[in-house]
Structure formats: structure tokens, C-alpha cells
């Protein structure tokens, strides 16, 4: 099983701030298959970006996607309000599929 | 659009039985491969089960194996869940979310349906 370890665990910063999170693997996703989700308190998952660096369709430029094998990273440019939320990793490349425990963004 | 509809969850019994639906619309539902998603109360995202278009292909996590089926019903563009043999770890909201194919990115959720596990 791919183990995703997602770093920090939390992360407080203001509006207008970047926010830089970190996924790391414990062995190479294959095909780059990473996704990232945001996750807002009662509501479902948010498909951010899939196959580690694209931008699902009506994702604001402000997020960005990178890396291979085991390091990932998402990038909030410009915190903007909405996006103080949970963010999740998840690998599709291997079964079992497995998720990062999470990393909160919070103000 | 892609609209997923949980329902069938509630409270039950250790050792109890409970069968999950998901109601799909807004994309070829025989042509996507579907998935099980669940988060326990505070806690992060865990996959529970995917199955394939075809019904051809199905996989569990360890931790439902020999509990919980996964099966669908392409006439009626809906996914089941059904679950055995429940634990109190079993407690959470089960998601229904579609995918293009077995190794393909998550991307519709349905809202959810809860399930809690208690005497």
C-alpha cells in the first residue's frame, strides 16, 4: 500500500498569503496518477488537480500542482477567504487507492 | 453535470447489516468506474471500494474485505454497498464517487449518507 504523508499538518496564514503543501509517497506514484481535494467543513471533497499538475475545470489559476515520483506539492498562490479549508492528496496509480491524512489551512 | 445521491444510511447494531445506494446522473454512469469514499467523524478520507463499468472488475480495502459488496445496476444508473458484519470503526459518511476507469482521478462526490455504528 502507498502510504501519502502530507506536511504540515496544519498551516495558519492570512489572506493574500502563499500557501505551500506538501505529499510525499512512500513509494513512486505511478504515472504521476495524484490528485489533490479541498474539503470544506459538512461538504464533500473538491477535485482540485489530477495527474499532479493539472487543473481541473473551474479551479482559480491561483492553485498550482507540481512533482513526480514521491514528492508533490500544491500551491495556493494568493490565499483568497474560501480557501481556508482541508486539502487531501490521493493516489489513483495503485491499489488499494489511498488518501493523505490531510493538511488544514487555516487563518 | 455530475449528480451522485447517497442514501440507505442510519444507525445500526454491532454486527448489524445496512445497504447503501448512490443514484447517478449527468454522465455515461455504465461507461465510469465507481468508487466508495468514507470519513469517520473528525477524521480524514478512507477508500473503501471500486468497481468497474462492467461490474467485471471490483476491489475493497483491507479493512471491509469479506464484510462489505460492492455491485451496481447500469439500467438504473445506481451503485450499492452492502455491508456486513458492521463495527463501531465502521462509523462514518460513506461517499459515492465516479472516476473514468479503475486507475482514473476521482472526480464527482455525492454529499453523503451517514453511518453509525452503536448499541
Known amino acids: 500500500e502507498i502510504v501519502l504523508t502530507q506536511s504540515p499538518g496544519t498551516l495558519s496564514l492570512s489572506p493574500g498569503e502563499r500557501a505551500t503543501l506538501s505529499c510525499r509517497a512512500s513509494?513512486?506514484?505511478?504515472?504521476?496518477?495524484l490528485a489533490w481535494y479541498q474539503q470544506k467543513p459538512g461538504q464533500a471533497p473538491r477535485l482540485l488537480i489530477y495527474?499532479?499538475?493539472n487543473k481541473a475545470t473551474g479551479i482559480p489559476d491561483s492553485f498550482s500542482g507540481s512533482g513526480s515520483g514521491t514528492d508533490f506539492t500544491l500551491t495556493i498562490s494568493r490565499l483568497e477567504p474560501e480557501d481556508f479549508a482541508v486539502y487531501y492528496c490521493?493516489?489513483?496509480?495503485?491499489?488499494?487507492?489511498?488518501f493523505g491524512g490531510g493538511t488544514k489551512v487555516e487563518i | 453535470e455530475v449528480q451522485l445521491l447517497e442514501s440507505g444510511g442510519g444507525l445500526v447494531q454491532p454486527g448489524g447489516s445496512l445497504r447503501l445506494s448512490c443514484a447517478a446522473s449527468?454522465?455515461?454512469?455504465?461507461?465510469?468506474?465507481m468508487n466508495w469514499v468514507r470519513q469517520a467523524p473528525g477524521k480524514g478520507l478512507e477508500w473503501v471500494s471500486i468497481?468497474?463499468?462492467?461490474?467485471?472488475?471490483?476491489y475493497y480495502a483491507d479493512s471491509v474485505k469479506g464484510r462489505f459488496t460492492v455491485s451496481r445496476d447500469n439500467s438504473k444508473n445506481t451503485l450499492y454497498l452492502q455491508m456486513n458484519s458492521l463495527k463501531a470503526e465502521d462509523t462514518a459518511v460513506y461517499y459515492c464517487?465516479?472516476?473514468?476507469?479503475?486507475?482514473?482521478?476521482?472526480?464527482?462526490w455525492g454529499q453523503g449518507t451517514l453511518v453509525t455504528v452503536s448499541s
Open positions: 468497481i468497474s463499468g462492467s461490474s467485471g472488475t471490483k
Open positions: 449527468g454522465f455515461t454512469f455504465s461507461s465510469s468506474a
Open positions: 513509494q513512486s506514484v505511478t504515472s504521476s496518477y
Open positions: 490521493h493516489q489513483y496509480g495503485t491499489l488499494p487507492l489511498t
Open positions: 464517487a465516479n472516476a473514468p476507469a479503475i486507475f482514473g482521478v476521482i472526480g464527482g
Open positions: 495527474d499532479a499538475s
